[in-house]
């Protein structure tokens, strides 16, 4: 299975923040809801994120390793996202149509 990108949200949070208390202030969630996110990207990933204590949250190799491609991954959904966004409104996209050379040298300059 692959990750989701709330799993990969929750996985970036958490890595920056050092906290899953202060990940899920962030995400509106509750701890416990972003720490089931981490645990299910680990049972994805079969690998361990953090070390974690009652007062500390370390990465380990696995997240160090991870964290680079994650954030990628989150930037190039949000690009996707925006640009869907874009076309949906007909701010962005293409447009084709069909035309015979000659009118496209001499009809279509003067159109566009």
Known sequence: MNPS????HAF???YRQRSVAAAAREMHLTSSAVS???RQLEDTWNTRLFDRSTRSLH??????EAIVLAERLLVDAEQLNTSMRA???LAQGRVRFAITSSLAFTVLPAIL
């Open 5 to 8: 990108l709330h799993q990969l």
């Open 87 to 89: 076309v949906a409104k």
């Open 36 to 38: 089931l996110l981490i």
């Open 59 to 64: 990465p380990t190799t696995a997240a160090e």
């Open 12 to 14: 970036v949070r958490v």
